[in-house]
């Protein structure tokens, strides 16, 4: 498999490199909807200095009535460069610690044709150092950044549908096992419970160390793959919720040097609709 560069780097490397004027840092922090106090809210009262905080509400396809769909490449662009981040610059993108949204806005920008890189640990380990943080809004500098959507990172319901048939790509479910097997409602009113036909299950929190708040080592994301049936030398999609923690397990395939792992936008929000397509409960 080609390897790929890993795109984690170390609150050591974000700390010597905090005040280089091409190093640019991104609060990425997301919660379920009606989870108080909002994202903006804890960016507000405690980030790392200098970070822009990009809300993937925001940052979305708003003609689109589910949660945070990928926006076109002109409004991606345009909102990217309103946060003061140009194409040359290096983007450091970091949440809360959980490991929910950072993985997700660094495959937006990959997705748009920007190289990023993710804080290992998040704001999490970088407050448990003692390191600075700020408080209040941040002003950044309008930039300029020139977007061009990679389709290849992205799937569609239309296109899963069909991979029912053919089972041309394996799908990877990042909810929790018990929203997989359907034995637990979905947090999100309305949605049917269980998971795509075929699909296998891995819950991302699986990939990290909740203590430290770091991802696991490589050995460790390969066994957890391993485990729950996935074969990294197959075409790959993972799915979640809503199509935000599954970005955790793009992370750690594309770490794992997997080329091109796709996501599915709609996730289960789209899926697991009332009028959606079938939908398969039990265990993998």
């Not at 009262?45 to 200098?50: F, K």
């Not at 309103?82 to 040359?88: K, M, P, Q, S, T």
């Not at 096992?177 to 009113?189: D, L, S, T």
């Amino acid at each position: 498999m080609p390897t790929t560069t890993d795109p984690l780097v170390s609150t050591e490397w974000l700390a010597a490199h905090l005040n280089d004027p091409n190093v640019k840092v991104v609060d990425a922090s997301f919660k379920m909807p009606g989870v108080l106090p909002l994202p903006k809210d804890d960016y507000l009262a405690s980030h790392i200095p200098g970070a822009v905080f990009f809300d993937v509400d925001a940052v979305s396809d708003h003609s689109n009535p589910l949660p945070h769909m990928f926006p076109s490449a002109e409004q991606f662009g345009r909102d990217v460069g309103a946060l003061g981040i140009g194409n040359d610059d290096t983007v450091v993108v970091y949440d809360s610690g959980g490991w929910v949204a950072a993985p997700r806005v660094w495959w937006m920008f990959l997705s748009f044709g920007k190289d990023v890189r993710v804080l290992d640990g998040g704001l999490k380990k970088w407050i448990a150092e003692g390191r600075k943080v700020d408080s209040g809004p941040v002003a950044p500098k309008p930039s300029t950044f020139k977007a061009t959507f990679d389709a290849r990172r992205v799937r569609s319901m239309q296109q899963l549908i069909a991979n029912l048939a053919t089972r041309a790509e394996q799908v990877i479910d990042a909810r929790a096992n018990e929203r997989y097997q359907g034995k637990v409602a979905e947090p999100r009113p309305g949605l049917r419970s269980g998971h795509i036909p075929g699909s296998l299950s891995l819950p991302y929190n699986n990939l990290f160390d909740a203590a430290t708040g770091t991802m696991k080592p490589l050995d460790e994301l390969r066994a957890a793959f391993a485990g729950a049936g996935v074969k990294l030398d197959a075409p790959t999609v993972t799915s979640c919720g809503s199509g935000v923690s599954a970005a955790v397990l793009t992370l750690a395939l594309y770490r794992l040097g997997v080329e091109n792992p796709a996501l599915y936008d709609g996730s289960w929000t789209e899926w697991g609709a009332a009028d959606g397509p079938p939908v398969a409960t039990g265990p993998a």
